[in-house]
Protein backbone atom coordinates (compact mmCIF):
# COMPACT_ATOMS: atom_id res chain seq x y z
CA UNK A 1 0.00 0.00 0.00
CA UNK A 2 1.06 4.04 -0.03
CA UNK A 3 1.25 3.68 3.96
CA UNK A 4 1.61 2.22 7.26
CA UNK A 5 -2.10 0.77 7.67
CA UNK A 6 -3.72 0.02 11.26
CA UNK A 7 -6.63 -1.49 12.47
CA UNK A 8 -8.74 -0.54 13.63
CA UNK A 9 -8.34 3.07 14.47
CA UNK A 10 -10.77 3.13 17.37
CA UNK A 11 -11.17 -0.11 19.85
CA UNK A 12 -13.38 0.19 22.84
CA UNK A 13 -13.38 -3.02 25.25
CA UNK A 14 -14.45 -4.36 28.32
CA UNK A 15 -11.92 -4.87 30.90
CA UNK A 16 -10.50 -8.85 31.04
CA UNK A 17 -10.98 -9.26 27.17
CA UNK A 18 -8.44 -9.80 24.96
CA UNK A 19 -8.40 -7.49 21.42
CA UNK A 20 -5.90 -7.82 18.62
CA UNK A 21 -4.26 -4.76 16.91
CA UNK A 22 -3.22 -5.09 13.22
CA UNK A 23 -0.71 -3.44 11.31
CA UNK A 24 -0.05 -3.74 6.85
CA UNK A 25 3.56 -2.39 6.96
CA UNK A 26 4.52 -0.33 3.25
CA UNK A 27 5.15 -3.27 0.66
CA UNK A 28 8.83 -4.31 0.71
CA UNK A 29 9.79 -2.87 4.35
CA UNK A 30 11.35 -5.28 6.47
CA UNK A 31 11.22 -3.53 9.85
CA UNK A 32 8.17 -3.28 11.48
CA UNK A 33 7.97 -1.72 14.63
CA UNK A 34 5.05 -1.55 17.69
CA UNK A 35 5.02 1.69 19.95
CA UNK A 36 2.37 2.82 22.70
CA UNK A 37 1.54 6.03 23.46
CA UNK A 38 -0.31 6.38 26.81
CA UNK A 39 -1.76 10.09 27.70
CA UNK A 40 0.36 13.41 27.20
CA UNK A 41 3.28 10.34 27.39
CA UNK A 42 6.02 10.30 24.34
CA UNK A 43 6.23 6.93 22.32
CA UNK A 44 7.09 3.87 24.48
CA UNK A 45 8.96 1.17 22.59
CA UNK A 46 7.10 -2.42 22.79
CA UNK A 47 8.62 -4.72 19.94
CA UNK A 48 10.83 -5.05 17.06
CA UNK A 49 10.87 -7.08 13.88
CA UNK A 50 13.26 -7.16 11.67
CA UNK A 51 13.10 -9.33 8.12
CA UNK A 52 12.92 -13.20 9.77
CA UNK A 53 14.89 -12.45 12.73
CA UNK A 54 14.09 -13.28 16.29
CA UNK A 55 11.85 -9.85 16.96
CA UNK A 56 13.19 -7.38 20.07
CA UNK A 57 10.82 -8.12 22.44
CA UNK A 58 12.72 -6.26 25.22
CA UNK A 59 9.73 -3.33 25.51
CA UNK A 60 6.72 -5.53 26.30
CA UNK A 61 5.17 -4.25 29.22
CA UNK A 62 4.17 -7.66 30.47
CA UNK A 63 3.18 -11.36 29.35
CA UNK A 64 -0.47 -10.39 28.30
CA UNK A 65 1.31 -8.49 25.70
CA UNK A 66 2.72 -10.32 22.19
CA UNK A 67 2.73 -9.77 18.58
CA UNK A 68 3.87 -11.78 15.55
CA UNK A 69 4.56 -11.17 12.13
CA UNK A 70 3.58 -13.00 9.32
CA UNK A 71 5.24 -13.88 6.37
CA UNK A 72 7.52 -10.81 6.95
CA UNK A 73 4.27 -8.35 6.56
CA UNK A 74 1.30 -7.80 8.35
CA UNK A 75 1.89 -8.02 12.02
CA UNK A 76 -0.92 -8.64 15.22
CA UNK A 77 -0.26 -6.98 18.52
CA UNK A 78 -2.49 -8.94 20.89
CA UNK A 79 -2.88 -8.00 24.89
CA UNK A 80 -4.56 -10.62 26.82
CA UNK A 81 -6.98 -9.66 29.62
CA UNK A 82 -7.13 -5.96 29.26
CA UNK A 83 -6.92 -3.51 31.88
CA UNK A 84 -7.55 0.10 31.95
CA UNK A 85 -3.81 1.09 32.39
CA UNK A 86 -3.44 -0.81 29.01
CA UNK A 87 -5.95 2.24 26.91
CA UNK A 88 -3.47 4.45 25.35
CA UNK A 89 -2.81 4.52 21.03
CA UNK A 90 -0.99 1.71 19.74
CA UNK A 91 1.09 3.51 16.65
CA UNK A 92 3.17 0.83 13.82
CA UNK A 93 5.96 1.95 11.90
CA UNK A 94 8.17 -0.11 8.89
CA UNK A 95 11.22 0.92 7.69
CA UNK A 96 12.79 -0.30 4.17
CA UNK A 97 16.97 -0.75 6.08
CA UNK A 98 18.02 -2.21 9.33
CA UNK A 99 19.26 0.13 10.74
CA UNK A 100 16.75 3.35 11.01
CA UNK A 101 19.29 5.91 10.48
CA UNK A 102 19.69 5.40 6.55
CA UNK A 103 16.31 5.72 6.36
CA UNK A 104 13.15 6.87 8.19
CA UNK A 105 10.82 5.05 10.12
CA UNK A 106 7.05 5.43 8.23
CA UNK A 107 4.41 5.73 11.03
CA UNK A 108 0.61 4.82 11.02
CA UNK A 109 -2.36 6.27 12.24
CA UNK A 110 -2.52 4.22 15.14
CA UNK A 111 -5.28 2.35 16.95
CA UNK A 112 -6.83 3.87 19.90
CA UNK A 113 -7.28 1.55 22.41
CA UNK A 114 -10.07 2.33 25.46
CA UNK A 115 -11.08 -0.09 28.11
CA UNK A 116 -13.84 -0.02 30.35
CA UNK B 1 19.96 4.11 29.00
CA UNK B 2 19.56 6.89 27.02
CA UNK B 3 16.65 9.72 28.40
CA UNK B 4 15.25 12.43 26.48
CA UNK B 5 14.15 15.91 27.62
CA UNK B 6 11.50 18.17 26.42
CA UNK B 7 11.26 21.22 29.25
CA UNK B 8 8.32 22.87 27.14
CA UNK B 9 4.70 20.74 27.50
CA UNK B 10 2.81 23.68 25.58
CA UNK B 11 4.07 26.41 23.73
CA UNK B 12 2.22 28.91 21.02
CA UNK B 13 3.77 31.25 18.29
CA UNK B 14 1.92 34.07 15.88
CA UNK B 15 1.82 32.88 12.34
CA UNK B 16 5.17 33.94 10.43
CA UNK B 17 7.41 34.12 13.59
CA UNK B 18 9.99 31.91 14.48
CA UNK B 19 9.97 29.62 17.60
CA UNK B 20 12.32 27.33 18.88
CA UNK B 21 11.64 23.84 21.18
CA UNK B 22 14.06 22.83 22.71
CA UNK B 23 15.66 18.74 23.85
CA UNK B 24 17.98 17.34 25.78
CA UNK B 25 19.47 14.06 25.82
CA UNK B 26 21.57 11.89 28.09
CA UNK B 27 24.15 9.64 26.48
CA UNK B 28 27.58 8.20 27.02
CA UNK B 29 27.60 7.27 23.14
CA UNK B 30 29.60 9.15 20.79
CA UNK B 31 28.22 8.29 17.93
CA UNK B 32 24.25 8.30 17.72
CA UNK B 33 21.33 9.97 16.08
CA UNK B 34 18.83 12.45 16.76
CA UNK B 35 15.31 12.86 14.81
CA UNK B 36 12.49 15.55 15.36
CA UNK B 37 9.22 14.30 14.69
CA UNK B 38 6.03 16.11 14.25
CA UNK B 39 2.67 14.81 14.93
CA UNK B 40 -0.57 16.43 14.33
CA UNK B 41 -3.97 15.78 14.83
CA UNK B 42 -4.71 12.81 12.63
CA UNK B 43 -1.98 10.59 14.71
CA UNK B 44 0.61 10.20 12.04
CA UNK B 45 4.31 10.68 12.98
CA UNK B 46 6.09 12.48 10.49
CA UNK B 47 9.48 12.96 10.24
CA UNK B 48 10.82 16.66 10.33
CA UNK B 49 14.84 16.61 10.57
CA UNK B 50 17.39 14.10 11.66
CA UNK B 51 21.05 14.74 12.30
CA UNK B 52 23.95 12.56 12.82
CA UNK B 53 25.96 13.35 15.61
CA UNK B 54 29.28 12.86 14.04
CA UNK B 55 27.92 15.74 11.79
CA UNK B 56 29.20 19.45 12.56
CA UNK B 57 26.83 20.72 10.65
CA UNK B 58 23.50 21.87 11.49
CA UNK B 59 21.23 19.52 9.56
CA UNK B 60 18.09 21.60 7.75
CA UNK B 61 15.10 21.52 6.09
CA UNK B 62 13.36 24.19 4.43
CA UNK B 63 11.87 26.28 6.94
CA UNK B 64 12.87 23.53 9.61
CA UNK B 65 16.73 23.91 11.11
CA UNK B 66 18.30 22.35 14.62
CA UNK B 67 21.03 23.58 16.70
CA UNK B 68 22.65 20.87 17.63
CA UNK B 69 25.36 21.40 20.65
CA UNK B 70 27.09 17.85 21.27
CA UNK B 71 28.92 19.10 24.32
CA UNK B 72 25.57 20.36 26.24
CA UNK B 73 23.72 17.43 24.69
CA UNK B 74 21.38 20.08 23.21
CA UNK B 75 19.14 19.13 20.36
CA UNK B 76 16.72 22.37 19.27
CA UNK B 77 14.56 22.25 16.57
CA UNK B 78 14.00 26.01 14.96
CA UNK B 79 10.64 26.66 13.09
CA UNK B 80 10.98 30.23 10.93
CA UNK B 81 7.99 31.44 9.44
CA UNK B 82 5.42 29.41 11.48
CA UNK B 83 2.24 28.38 9.57
CA UNK B 84 -1.11 27.00 10.80
CA UNK B 85 0.31 23.83 9.53
CA UNK B 86 2.79 23.58 11.79
CA UNK B 87 0.00 23.39 15.14
CA UNK B 88 0.72 19.67 16.05
CA UNK B 89 2.87 18.05 18.69
CA UNK B 90 6.86 17.31 18.06
CA UNK B 91 8.60 14.27 19.74
CA UNK B 92 12.30 14.80 19.87
CA UNK B 93 14.17 11.15 19.49
CA UNK B 94 17.67 9.50 20.02
CA UNK B 95 18.85 6.58 18.24
CA UNK B 96 21.86 4.57 19.42
CA UNK B 97 24.39 3.93 17.08
CA UNK B 98 24.26 0.50 17.88
CA UNK B 99 20.46 0.19 18.82
CA UNK B 100 17.55 -0.52 16.53
CA UNK B 101 14.53 1.89 18.16
CA UNK B 102 13.97 4.90 19.12
CA UNK B 103 13.52 6.40 22.70
CA UNK B 104 11.37 9.14 22.46
CA UNK B 105 11.01 13.09 24.40
CA UNK B 106 7.58 13.52 26.24
CA UNK B 107 6.93 16.11 23.26
CA UNK B 108 5.91 19.78 22.91
CA UNK B 109 2.32 20.76 21.66
CA UNK B 110 3.15 23.60 19.38
CA UNK B 111 0.53 26.09 18.57
CA UNK B 112 0.26 28.41 15.43
CA UNK B 113 -1.91 31.48 16.10
CA UNK B 114 -3.63 33.40 12.87
Known amino acids: GAGVSQSPSNKVTEKGKDVELRCDPI?????LYWYRQSLGQGLEFLIYFQGNSAPDKSGLPSDRFSAERTGGSVSTLTIQRTQQEDSAVYLC??????????????FGQGTRLTVV | AQTVTQSQPEMSVQEAETVTLSCTYDTSENNYYLFWYKQPPSRQMILVIR??????QNATENRFSVNFQKAAKSFSLKISDSQLGDTAMYFCAFMSNYGQNFVFGPGTRLSVLP
Open chain 1, 27 to 31: SGHTA
Open chain 2, 51 to 56: QEAYKQ
Open chain 1, 93 to 106: ASSSAVRLMNTEAF
